[in-house]
């Protein structure tokens, strides 16, 4: 079993749509999650830390659950810029990251 | 402006043959890191360094050498014995290790193989 394992995707929605992706982590040590987004061909960049109260940026929320150790990102009226893969990121130490969930958005 | 640098941005190697990659930060960061990933995954661990002049190996080691001469710089070699060396190598940083920060990525680098 994988540390790390994201929803396979890929998710194609239309603009407007609510998507939603999960990531769940073995290690219940784990002390600090992330949300990267990665766009083809270029390096990761952070679109979110995640904590236990959950946090919310404009159309983005993030949640944690520690105790079914998983976390999610919710995105609400997808744009065709939220286009790209995201990536889910799990610090136990080191840091352990899933495999990604592409998303298309279309007009 | 502070950053991870990456060169080159592309890179042809042939058969048999070693190829290094550049790996330079300017954020005084003690720790570094080296990631592979290849068309549709996620990020694998090559090597990593918490200090000047000491590092480890990550998940994928097989075939690659790293130095840490310098907090600065963390060059990656990927020797010949890496037969399936072809994918996108980013280079990332953060404060220290272990800590819960998170990770400052480099624009990366594709190697290809002729």
């Known amino acids: 079993r994988k540390e790390v394992e994201q929803d396979p995707g890929p998710f194609n929605v239309p603009e407007g749509a609510t998507v939603a992706f999960n990531c769940t982590y073995s290690?219940?040590?784990?002390?600090?999650f992330f949300w990267y987004r990665q766009d083809c061909r270029k390096e990761p960049k952070l679109l979110m830390s995640v904590y236990s109260s959950g946090n919310e940026d404009g159309r983005f929320t993030a949640q944690l659950n520690r105790a079914s150790q998983y976390i999610s990102l919710l995105i609400r009226d997808s744009k065709l810029s939220d286009s790209a893969t995201y990536l889910c990121v799990v610090n136990a130490g080191k840091s352990t990251f899933g495999d990604g969930t592409t998303l298309t958005v279309k007009p | 402006d502070g950053g991870i640098t990456q060169s080159p941005k592309y890179l042809f190697r042939k058969e048999g043959q070693n190829v290094t990659l550049s790996c330079e930060q300017n954020l005084n960061h003690d720790a570094m890191y080296w990631y592979r990933q290849d068309p549709g995954q996620g990020l694998r661990l090559i090597y990593y360094?918490?200090?000047?002049?000491?590092?480890q190996k990550g998940d994928i080691a097989e075939g690659y050498s790293v130095s840490r001469e310098k907090k600065e710089s963390f060059p990656l070699t990927v020797t010949s014995a890496q037969k399936n060396p072809t994918a996108f190598y980013l280079c990332?940083?953060?404060?220290?290790?272990?800590?819960?920060?998170?990770?400052?990525f480099g624009s990366g680098t594709q190697l290809s193989v002729l």
């Open positions: 290690n219940s040590a784990s002390q600090s």
């Open positions: 360094s918490q200090i000047v002049n000491d590092f």
């Open positions: 990332a940083s953060k404060i220290g290790a272990p800590t819960n920060e998170k990770l400052f």
